[in-house]
């Protein structure tokens, strides 16, 4: 039992649990007298807040109800570190929602911390099943396999032993003076990492940091990600998770992270001891590096599954408020708009309040730089329906510090009108998955696809309008997908790992294996997979827009084919790091290529992704003026974009970007300008080639002999200056 401890009203305004002081004030160590417990459960008849001693056993205190539906108490002689839990007591039965099961013990859905894991047992099912035919009773794990809600029965396990705990923390740290970098979109590139996968073999990091919050900071990482010219890092998930019990009980594990518990916890996998402290290390250190961080984060669904799954946080609370529900004559179901067995209920104030509270958390708290989210339009969905003026995008708005922040939606579910590219608010960013296809597609050869990469490297101006440049996440790999070393090697899935007899992943990739599937040693093959390779990373870099490289990517990383690797957590999935070994193998070189692309892209003064004081025309390789509706009729697969500046200020007078997908050479003849007498000369003029992906030094800066004209070799790009 938990000893010298005194319990009072406390207050419903603070939910979670919050050290505060006499006014109910969060406060630091010293000055706290207490706990405030608070959690919403508005239709339970009682809430018992269950505290853990350090032998973990239990004490269960009455919670008081408040007006707001927010149970709560003020708990007096304990403090940071105190483990805890609900349990929820009220009616039951198979056919309501939400159904109360006092045997079940809850975590608190404003837990700051984790501790353990969720272990799988029939006991975190607050149901069974009774069969009339053997006159036993079991759980099922699907509803709709009993031939009648009556044949559901409330479970009288107790999941305590089973489930991870919430930990009470205090919320102060050593932030030693660094602010946030604050750099501009216009100047940012960002880089997909996660957290374990990029140090679990980086040999310059020691062992007992890989993996881990800290081994991201530890200072060859940092110096790493600068040399390769990154600007921010954007994290695949880190608050806790859940590992599904499929997977489980396949020797898998949920290695991407979507399948959250807690969302302002972090994952306690990925630190030593401490990942509240540790994890803002490492943010403080990337900061301190001039590193911004990003979080994906999955506020779209839970890890509670489908109506009829496991009892572990909401759904023992408030499953109506938290959850979007459909009645089928009685028979209740989980909507399922997020393809993980439930969808977040935006039309709830409460479940408004808990994702807002989690981002401005996170914000002020962890110092983070700005989110990715998960499934976006999910959250901005109102009775169902995706809005542009939904109450989320409203919220985020008018909040002074979330709406500071970057805002970066994955703009897709697969609920109804779910595709919603160029469907957000302008202070919106959006990951652009037409620059992906355009640019895989084109750069495998496909015909037809010449207008499609002249409004990409753009700025997709025909889909964000000339007002949003910055709007568009341009990547050419993610997370979910073939890496940019598969892609350019295997045309058909390898996912048999997974499980699910390579059936999962997705089937259309845009891929091309250029004449052998997989692994090859031979040298014409894998020459034409790196030209294709840096052509796109070129692309990615000299595009308007902000470019996201997936981590690994820039050195050859492979996961063998596999294109949906969620549940790989081994060296499949993690980043191999043997090319640093060979300065002279294809890996090295190609990291080098993508360190000077990010320079040029930096440094150059017509390139960068806001293009706002820069115009961009098209001309085919004549050397002729394309409008919009020439560049759409063009045949072929030779384009030549050029970037001015209205600034004259510089003897770099235009950038000229010549891409062809061709399989043969074309001769590119470069734009006429107008002398000071009006006629077209080419007199005084002189270029310089930047870039030229068919060569193998690709960035031999090297003063052109010819007067206007360049010849542009088969599937290659090239860069080139022209100066007066």
């Known amino acids: 039992m938990i000893t010298d401890i005194s319990v009072s009203a406390g207050c419903p305004e603070l939910q979670g649990a919050t050290r505060v002081n006499e006014d109910f004030i969060p406060t630091a160590d010293n000055k706290a007298v207490g706990v405030n417990f608070a959690v919403y459960a508005p239709d339970a008849s009682q809430l018992y807040l269950c505290l853990f001693n350090q032998n973990d056993e239990e004490e269960r205190l009455e919670m008081m109800p408040s007006d707001q539906g927010v149970w709560h108490l003020l708990v007096k002689g304990i403090g940071a570190g105190q483990c805890y839990g609900f349990r929820a007591d009220g009616a039951w039965s198979p056919s309501i929602s939400p159904r109360f099961n006092s045997q079940k013990l809850l975590m608190d859905p404003y837990a700051r911390e984790v501790r353990g894991r969720v272990q799988w047992s029939d006991a975190l099912f607050d149901y069974q099943w009774y069969s009339q035919s053997d006159d036993s009773a079991y759980k099922v794990k699907n509803f709709s396999s009993a031939d009648s809600a009556e044949q559901w029965l409330k479970s009288e396990q107790d999941s305590a032993a089973f489930m991870p705990r919430s930990v009470v923390r205090e919320h102060s740290f050593d932030w030693q003076s660094v602010k946030k970098p604050g750099t501009s979109s216009a100047d940012s590139i960002i880089y997909e990492v996660h957290v374990k996968g990029f140090t679990q073999q980086h040999p310059d990091v020691p062992e007992a940091l890989r993996g881990t919050y800290l081994g991201l900071c530890h200072p060859s990482v940092i110096e790493y990600l600068k040399g390769l010219g990154v600007t921010a890092v954007e994290l695949l998930p880190v608050t806790s998770l859940v590992n599904e019990e499929r997977l489980e009980n396949m020797g898998l594990r949920n290695y991407w992270g979507y399948n959250p518990l807690c969302m302002m916890a972090p994952e306690p996998s990925l630190a030593i001891e401490d990942p509240v402290t540790e994890m803002k290390t490492m943010v403080r250190e990337l900061h301190r590096a001039g590193i911004e961080v990003i979080m994906d984060v999955v506020y779209n669904h839970t890890c509670e599954s489908g109506y009829g799954g496991p009892s572990l946080s909401m759904r023992g609370l408030a499953e109506r408020d938290y959850y979007l529900m459909d009645d089928h004559n009685g028979r209740l179901s989980a909507v399922n708009y997020t393809g993980c067995g439930n969808t977040l209920n935006f039309d709830s104030p409460q479940t408004l309040k808990l994702t807002m509270d989690a981002l401005r958390l996170w914000t002020e708290e962890y110092q983070i730089d700005g989110f990715r989210f998960d499934l976006a339009p999910t959250m901005a969905r109102q009775h169902r329906e995706y809005r542009y003026d939904s109450a989320f995008f409203r919220a985020v708005h008018q909040d002074p510090v979330i709406s500071r922040t970057r805002l970066i939606a994955e703009p897709w579910d697969i609920g109804p009108e779910g595709y919603r590219l160029s469907g957000f608010p302008g202070e919106w960013q959006e990951w652009s998955d037409r620059f992906r296809d355009s640019s895989r597609a084109y750069w495998r050869g496909d015909s037809g696809r010449l207008a499609e990469m002249g409004w990409r490297i753009s700025g997709s101006e025909d889909l964000f309008g000339k007002r949003r440049p910055l709007a568009s996440i341009n990547y050419l790999c993610s997370h979910d997908g073939f890496t940019l070393n598969d892609l350019c090697a295997y045309e058909e899935r390898r996912n048999h790992a997974n499980g699910e007899d390579n059936r999962d992943g997705d089937q259309h990739n845009f891929s091309r294996n250029y004449g052998v599937e997989g692994e090859t040693d031979d040298r014409g093959v894998l020459s034409h997979r790196l030209r294709v390779r840096k052509n796109m990373l070129a692309t990615l870099m000299l595009s308007r827009g902000i470019p996201m490289l997936l981590s690994g990517d820039e050195f050859s990383n492979s ?109 590119v003849s470069l734009p006429q300008i107008e002398s000071n007498h009006g006629s077209a000369t080419t007199k005084d003029r002189w270029w310089t080639r930047l870039l030229d992906t068919s060569s193998e030094s690709s960035f031999s800066r090297e003063t052109l002999l010819t007067r206007g004209w360049y010849e542009l070799e088969a599937c290659s790009l090239a860069v080139i200056e022209e100066h007066l």
């Not at 003064?605 to 004549?622: A, Q, V």
């Not at 560049?631 to 072929?636: D, H, I, N, Q, S």
């Open 559 to 667: 996961q063998q084919g596999n294109n949906n690797a969620y549940c790989q957590d081994g060296p499949l999935s993690w980043q191999d790091w043997s090319w640093m070994r060979d300065s002279r193998c294809e890996g090295a070189m190609l990291q080098s290529f993508v360190q000077q692309l990010t320079a040029l892209r930096k440094n150059h003064p017509l390139l960068g992704g806001s293009g706002g004081r820069n115009g961009i025309t098209w001309y085919d390789p004549d050397g002729s003026l394309l409008t919009e509706a020439q560049l759409g009729e063009l045949g072929g697969g030779c384009l030549c974009l050029k970037i001015t500046s209205p600034l004259s200020d510089t003897e770099v007078q235009c950038l000229y970007i010549l891409i062809n997908n061709e399989d043969q050479a074309r001769k």
